[in-house]
């Protein structure tokens, strides 16, 4: 089974902060994704990456940035967090050509 | 018009019902058709993955891709309260290439034992 892990279920943080949010995959997937995801507003491409140090603007980049050192770790970084930006975050992968997507069990993020 | 419309819902039934979902799309050339189940609090997981039109049976549950309606539908029969989740279509191909997805909002689904 893939298997997609995000560091932290829940985090509370302040306005102004640096905040990294990390992700793992265990199955040597090529691709990987942030979405954010609000109600009423589904889920949204914040930026994703189809090799390491590979990376593509998705459709809401705007006050997140993202890095990709080795092939099973993604990180979004949101650089000064601001209240906007609280909302349930969402990793997953894809192997090579394929979509499908495996979904990691998301970072529940509170700016405060 | 947004490419992907899926009504939110929310969608109650009693248990042992037909549930329905629907989905339509603009873009004709999206050719990869996906349901996501995501249950409260949890990543969403892939349910049903079918290619251009036609059905895919797996247990309980149905897709079906009509590309002519560009229309997509997910039928849970005998609906159980372990079913209740919100459910979101998925898809791909054309400009939406390099594995990347159109997801539809979700339409949240209450299985009443």
């Known amino acids: 089974d893939v298997k997609v892990t995000q560091s932290s279920r829940y985090l509370v943080k302040r306005t102004g902060e640096k905040v990294f949010l990390e992700c793992v995959q265990d199955m040597d997937h090529e691709n990987m994704f942030w979405y954010r995801q609000d109600p009423g507003l589904g889920l949204r491409l914040i930026y994703f990456?189809?090799?390491?140090?590979?990376?593509e603007k998705g459709d809401i980049p705007e006050g997140y940035s993202v890095s990709r050192e080795k092939k099973e770790r993604f990180s979004l970084i949101l650089e000064s967090a601001s209240t906007n930006q609280t909302s349930m975050y969402l990793c997953a992968s894809s192997a090579g050509t394929s979509d499908e997507q495996y979904f990691g069990p998301g970072t529940r993020l509170t700016v405060t | 018009q947004k490419e992907v419309e899926q009504d939110p819902g929310p969608l109650s039934v009693p248990e042992g019902a037909i549930v329905s979902l629907n989905c339509t799309y603009s873009?004709?050339?999206?050719?990869?058709f996906m349901w996501y189940r995501q249950y409260s609090r949890k990543g969403p997981e892939l349910l049903m993955y079918?290619?251009?039109?036609g059905n895919k049976e797996d247990g309980r549950f149905t897709a079906q891709v009509d590309k002519s309606s560009k229309y997509i539908s997910l039928f849970i029969r005998d609906s159980q309260p372990s079913d209740s989740a919100t459910y979101l279509c998925?898809?791909?191909?054309?400009?939406?290439?390099?594995?990347?997805?159109?997801f539809g909002k979700g339409n949240q689904v209450v299985v009443i034992p």
């Open positions: 079918t290619y251009s039109s």
């Open positions: 990456s189809y090799d390491v140090k590979m990376k």
């Open positions: 998925a898809m791909s191909g054309g400009v939406y290439g390099n594995n990347r997805l159109a």
């Open positions: 873009n004709s050339a999206f050719q990869y």
